[in-house]
Structure formats: C-alpha cells, structure tokens
C-alpha cells in the first residue's frame, strides 16, 4: 500500500512540476485550473448560441419580467413557445455566472501573476454587467442599443475565458525567446491587433443589425474589410513564420473560420430573405444559418484574439534571433 501512495504522489507532483519563464518566475502548471476555464470557454459559447435563440425565435419579451420570471425567481415556468428559449436562457445564464465566480475566486485562490489575478476579476464584473444589461434589455421593451450592448459584451465575455483558458495552458508557461522580424509596416503584432479590432467591430454592426438598429449595408461593408484585413494578417503570418506553430496554428484556425463565417452569413441573408421574408414565425433554416453564423462569429473573435496575445508574445523587433530557430513553436515566451 505504501508503495502505491507513493506512485500516486509521483503522479501528481509531475503534473504540478513548475515552469520556468523567461522572468525566472516559477509557475506552477495547474492541470484542473486550466481544463476548467477550457470548459468553462465552451460553455460560455453555448450560451451565446441560447442568446441567438431567443433572437432568431423571437422570443426576447416572452418573459416579461426581471429579474423574476412570471413573478417568480425559483419556479419553472410552462417551457412552451418562445418562454423556453428566454427562460432557458436565463438559466444557462446563471449556471455561467456560477461557473465564472467559481474562476474568478480560483484565480486568486493559486494565480502568482497579478494581471491574471485581475483578468479574473474583469470577468465577474463582465458578467455582472451582462446580467444587468440583459435585465434592462427586457424593462426597456428590447431597445436596440441595450440589446447590442449585451450581445457585444457577451461576446468579450468568451474571449476572455478563452484568454484565460490560454494563459493558464502547459505551452503558455514554457521557456522561451521571442523571434525576429525585419522591418515591416504595420508589424505583425500591430496587424493582428487591428484585425481583431475589425472583427469585434464588426460583430457590433451585425448586432445591431439583428436587433434592427440600423440596415445590412453597414454590415456588408465591415464584411468586405474585414475580409480583407484578415486575409491580409494571415497571409502575413503565414509567409513568415509559417514554421512557428503558436502562430501558424491560430492563423490557419482564422483563415477556415473566416470562410466558413462568410458562407453562414450568405445563407443566413438567403434565408431571412426568401424563406422569412413574410413569415409570421421564423423558419427553421432561418434560424439554423443565422445561429451558425452568431456562433461562428464568436469563434473568429476568439481566434483573432488568440493570433494578436501570441504575435504580440512571439514576435520582437528587437530579437536577434532569426524565425529559422524557433521551429515548432518552441521559442515563446510567457
């Protein structure tokens, strides 16, 4: 028995052995911290995809009380109609904002960086926030800037626990050095930046226009730059430092987002626009492309986020070290 206590010990110390970063700081890779902010990332897309539901069904008043439902704030209601999309929806909410106080207090409980320590709390008042914006969006009758507010900031809510997943990863906490880059205009690190700027912008102008605050035309064009500022970040990345995985892997995941997003956003439009053109309730088709294509909207933020933390992470100008030596993905730097 002794014998195996040992063995368990083992395992357990090796999966806590600390990493060395490149401020000779020892951090401590915390395999169940880490694992539960990825779950917790998933789930806080799954809530986003509740949020499009109750859009795209048109069921944002079908509770209409707050922070009661029908007066009550522990009975279920009759999940019929457009009640079990909203009021599933504030449920998924809750169980969310259980999950990122859990994070939030886990963080301060076994974070040595400060700025982790503070990224925590950023996400509990983030979801405070997301909570009383959706209140008032249900008081104040869906006016369409609350209701944007509280679709964007649920989006920067997944980016954040999707930083948060990252930062707390094996490969965030290793040695690591950055890699050179010659002179170029913007740098990288700048260019993937503004494309994540472009796409949180342009989520914003698709909200409003889901939440009829303005016509498709806005849209359309930040569809058109964004496209295009992407394509070019990528092609960026990919030329040169292709043999990089920290950032060649972030980059391709964009691209095939990117593509995919376009091709939503083309069926969803096809689809309001011949199948519930007239409709007296939304389509299902319709409701299908146009959640596909919030969700992945939320996947290419996240991703660009992710490509603009490890370019601004990887990548120096002041680096003597040519990108030939960091093949892998080997040099980094926490």
Request: aromatic share 8%.
């Amino acid at each position: 028995m002794p014998h195996k206590r040992n063995r368990r010990f083992a395992r357990t110390q090796r999966y806590r052995e600390p990493v060395l970063t490149s401020r000779s700081d020892r951090i401590a890779y915390n395999p169940a911290y880490h694992r539960f902010a990825v779950v917790l990332a998933g789930a806080t897309l799954l809530l986003i995809v509740a949020g499009a539901l109750v859009t795209s069904n048109d069921a944002g008043m079908s509770v209409p009380d707050w922070p009661t439902s029908f007066g009550s704030l522990y009975k279920l209601p009759p999940m019929a109609g457009g009640v079990k999309w909203e009021h599933s929806h504030r449920m998924i909410a809750e169980f969310i904002g259980l999950l990122i106080i859990v994070l939030a207090v886990w963080t301060q409980r076994v974070e040595t960086r400060k700025w982790m320590r503070v990224l925590g709390w950023t996400a509990l008042g983030a979801v405070i926030g997301q909570g009383i914006l959706g209140g008032l969006t249900v008081l104040n009758f869906l006016p369409w800037s609350i209701s944007t507010a509280h679709a964007t900031l649920g989006q920067m809510i997944f980016c954040i626990i999707v930083a948060m997943a990252l930062f707390t990863s094996r490969s965030w906490l290793q040695d690591s050095e950055p890699v050179a880059e010659s002179e170029s205009w913007p740098s990288t690190p700048t260019l993937t930046a503004i494309a994540a700027a472009c796409v949180w912008v342009q989520l914003i102008l698709g909200a409003a226009f889901r939440h009829y605050g303005m016509k498709l035309l806005p849209h359309l064009i930040g569809a058109c730059v964004v496209t295009a500022v992407v394509c070019w970040t990528v092609v960026r990345v990919l030329t040169r430092y292709g043999n990089v995985d920290h950032l060649r892997r972030p980059a391709q995941l964009l691209l095939a987002l990117l593509m995919m997003q376009l091709g939503l956003g083309f069926c969803a439009y096809i689809t309001r626009m011949t199948f519930g053109h007239n409709a007296v309730q939304p389509w299902q088709i319709m409701v299908v492309s146009t959640v596909s294509h919030v969700a992945c909207g939320a996947l290419v933020l996240a991703a660009s986020v992710v490509l603009a933390v490890q370019s601004r992470r990887m990548i120096s100008a002041h680096s003597t070290e040519p990108a030939e030596h960091t093949a892998h993905g080997k040099a980094v730097i926490a």
